[in-house]
């Protein structure tokens, strides 16, 4: 199978625009959550969908919303874009949502906000 | 959420084991304690999880104390390959799903 894809993989962006990141699971798996990773904060949770239901929300602004499509895949959207939002953004897929189940990373996407 | 407490960094030889430890004195009757690693540049890995028992797999060993409020993850012949940021997480299942909660990690360096 092939494993959970991100593109872009790289980005620039200028304060103050808009972003959105795309996510494609793992074929099968139904939920996908959203990480922020940066220097200072580590890695971070954003958010998780499940049935393209918003099952669980990190504590980050309104700024950062997300969505998720009948076939799983799923994006990220980033509005007025703050120089603190140059991170990495990862995806995960897992089969559902239980605590159980092994989430599986993608590479990421590398956004830097000039 | 559950904290998880790991040392910042540890060292290892090449082929010998390594034992990384984790603390999470709060953990919930209902919390799986999973293990994942990060290499630079890439999305974290699975490495192994448990609930109760102690746990093996191809990767790597998981010692969980009888009390769960401590675990340790065992690397049985450390490579070079297995220099990574080991992040010890404890997974949450609450009524509106699950997430992952990362700690700060312990940096493995591997020596020839």
């Known amino acids: 199978k092939a494993g959970v894809t991100q593109t872009p993989r790289y980005l620039i962006k200028t304060r103050g625009q808009q972003v959105t990141l795309s996510c494609s699971p793992i074929s099968g798996h139904r939920s996908v959550s959203w990480y922020q990773q940066t220097p200072g904060q580590g890695l971070q949770f954003l958010f998780e969908?499940?049935?393209?239901?918003?099952?669980n929300k990190g504590n980050f602004p309104g700024r950062f919303s997300g969505r998720q499509f009948s076939n799983s895949r799923s994006e990220m959207n980033v509005s007025t874009l703050e120089l603190g939002d140059s991170a990495l953004y990862l995806c995960?897929?897992?089969?559902?949502?239980?605590?159980?189940?092994?989430?599986?990373f993608g590479p990421g996407t590398r956004l830097l906000v000039l | 959420d559950a904290k998880t407490t790991q040392p910042n960094s540890m060292e290892s030889n090449e082929e010998e084991p390594v034992h990384l430890p984790c603390n999470h004195s709060?953990?919930?009757?209902?919390?799986?304690i999973h293990w994942y690693r990060q290499l630079p540049s890439q999305g974290p890995e699975y490495v192994i999880h448990?609930?109760?028992s102690n746990v093996n797999n191809r990767m790597a060993s998981l010692a969980i104390a009888e009390d769960r409020k401590s675990s340790t993850l065992i690397l049985h012949r450390a490579t070079l390959r297995d220099a990574a940021v080991y992040y010890c997480?404890?997974?949450?299942?609450?009524?509106?799903?699950?997430?992952?909660?990362f700690g700060e990690g312990t940096q493995l360096t591997v020596n020839p």
């Open positions: 448990g609930l109760t």
């Open positions: 709060t953990i919930s009757g209902t919390d799986y």
């Open positions: 969908y499940f049935s393209e239901t918003q099952r």
């Open positions: 997480i404890l997974r949450h299942q609450e009524t509106s799903g699950s997430r992952l909660t």
């Open positions: 995960a897929s897992s089969p559902g949502a239980y605590s159980r189940e092994t989430q599986y």
